[in-house]
């Protein structure tokens, strides 16, 4: 059971505009700490995407954007791509446990 | 810029020890924490634990009785030692870094496929 819920998939066509959702508490996004997003393509790692809520590393497109508001935040991709497909994680610090945290993840499929 | 790769057994036996490496190249390994993170096939991702360069270290509480990370300055090399593993530890195992003042994960080894069997 993740610590930060996220939904299981979301699909859109190409060009579309889709979101994930990323929910935690007062432990950890509430808490004011930041987000973080990954992308994951099958057989490999982890990919950073966002860090700090809304900034993208250096080669990000800028498709790819981040935000949150109170205990939960999103991760937005607009002009969906065909190599969009991937797996989408989020993670933020927990100061209840101590520790890093990540969400269930979110498949995305471009139809 | 600085590269990781994983290394060690990808088969161990129940109630035995896993132990991983994780070497650090095109950098220093000081200055940042060192983490190591695992997914179960076909699962999520989960943090098991860092340690700084210090040496002072941070791990998952319901890991905490079995786990032990350490760091090698002279060979820019950290390990993971997992005792009495059970078939629940079968995983990729991921090592990453840390930047100072970040929490936030970067770069990431390629990772390393864990069998308990």
């Known amino acids: 059971q993740s610590v930060l819920t996220q939904p299981p998939s979301v699909s859109g066509a190409p060009g579309q505009r889709v979101t994930i959702s990323c929910t935690g508490s007062?432990?950890?996004?509430?808490?004011?700490?930041?987000v973080h997003w990954y992308q994951q393509f099958p057989g490999t790692a982890p990919k950073l995407l966002i860090y700090h809520d809304t900034n993208r590393p250096s080669g990000v497109p800028d498709r790819f954007s981040g935000s949150k508001s109170g205990a939960s935040a999103s991760l937005a991709i607009t002009g969906l791509q065909a190599e969009d497909e991937a797996d989408y994680y989020c993670q933020s610090f927990d100061s209840s446990l101590s520790g890093y945290v990540f969400g269930s993840g979110t498949k995305v499929t471009v139809l | 810029q600085v590269q990781l790769q994983e290394s060690g057994p990808g088969l161990v036996k129940p109630s035995e020890t896993l132990s991983l490496t994780c070497t650090v190249s095109g950098g220093s390994i000081s200055y940042y924490y060192w983490t190591w993170i695992r997914q179960p096939p076909g699962k999520g991702l989960e943090w098991i634990g860092y340690i700084y360069y210090t040496g002072s270290t941070n791990y998952k509480h319901s890991l905490k009785s079995r786990l032990t990370i350490s760091l090698d300055t002279s060979k820019n090399q950290f390990s993971l030692r997992l005792s009495s593993v059970t078939a629940a530890d079968r995983a990729t195992y991921y090592c990453?870094?840390?930047?100072?003042?970040?929490?936030?994960?970067?770069?990431w080894g390629p990772g390393t496929l864990v069998t308990v069997s």
């Open positions: 007062n432990s950890n996004i509430g808490a004011g700490n930041d």
């Open positions: 990453a870094g840390q930047a100072p003042y970040s929490n936030w994960f970067d770069p």
